[in-house]
């Protein structure tokens, strides 16, 4: 099975069908939570998420807070300020879709979570010390995570014990080799200084992965941001890729 894995779209629509159109034919997709933040289309994200082949989705922190369950002091000002006008623009049905979702699902050999699955929610994975403490935190031999906006890869050697982290090349397959954890970074804000939308193919049969980038009309974004009047600085990052 083929499947897209995608992560923190955060309601940017140019990105989100940016990726479908590059992946091509997918069987499957799981979405890693963070559909919505600091983005201008909601809205339109969701449903278009929701239209997907056999998806799987999992809740995120700024999805959580768009529907009310974590407070808004937990984030900067620029993310609430965002977060609150999102919780005024979601239709109720997009509200439901969002409430419905889980923080942890496993399926076959994947631990699915939007954080790490120590802390679905809240933790970043960027570091061999937390990864290595996260391997714990999952029985199955991989895990996939999204939160930090950053496309990674750590590998648990079940010999040494050690964990490292791995290199990879764009869109090309690596063989994964139990166990991992993978990040295929962002699709609608990247912060590895490429503007262009992250995403990864996996097949579930020959236990590959591939990171991909897909571009998109970053300036329509950005003056979709501004003309909502939502915070500049999140129409700027856009295009640097922070
Ligand atoms: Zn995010």
């Known amino acids: ?58 809740i995120g922190n700024h999805d959580q807070a768009a ?4 407070p808004l002091s937990r984030f900067n000002r620029d993310a609430s300020s965002v977060i609150s006008w999102t919780r005024q623009q979601l239709s109720q ?18 631990t699915l979570t939007h ?18 403490r996260n391997f714990d935190a999952f029985e199955t031999a991989y895990c996939l995570v999204g939160h930090s906006h950053l496309p990674l890869m750590f590998h648990l050697n079940k ?32 912060r590895d200084g490429d503007p262009r939308a992250s995403f990864a193919i996996l097949d579930t049969v020959k236990h590959t992965w591939e990171m991909r980038r897909a571009e998109y009309d970053v300036a329509k974004v950005q003056a979709r941001i501004l003309e909502n009047g939502l915070p500049e600085r999140q129409a700027l990052r856009l295009l640097a890729g922070w």
């Open 159 to 190: 010999q040494s014990a050690m964990v490292s982290q791995s290199t990879f090349e764009w869109r090309k397959a690596t063989q994964l080799e139990p166990r991992m954890i993978l990040n295929p970074g962002s699709t609608g804000q990247p």
């Open 93 to 110: 049905d997009n509200f439901d879709f969002l409430r419905n979702l889980a923080s942890r699902i496993t399926v076959e050999q994947f």
């Open 67 to 70: 529907i009310g369950a974590i």
């Open 1 to 58: 099975m083929r499947v897209l894995v995608f992560s923190d779209v955060h309601a940017n629509v140019e990105a989100l069908r940016a990726i479908i159109k590059e992946a091509d034919h997918f069987d499957a997709a799981w979405c890693l939570g963070d559909l919505v933040g600091y983005g201008p289309d909601p809205n339109q994200c969701i449903e278009i998420v929701r239209e997907l082949p056999d998806l799987l989705c999992l």
């Open 115 to 132: 954080g790490s699955p120590n802390q679905p929610i809240w933790e970043y994975i960027l570091d061999l010390h937390t990864a290595e």
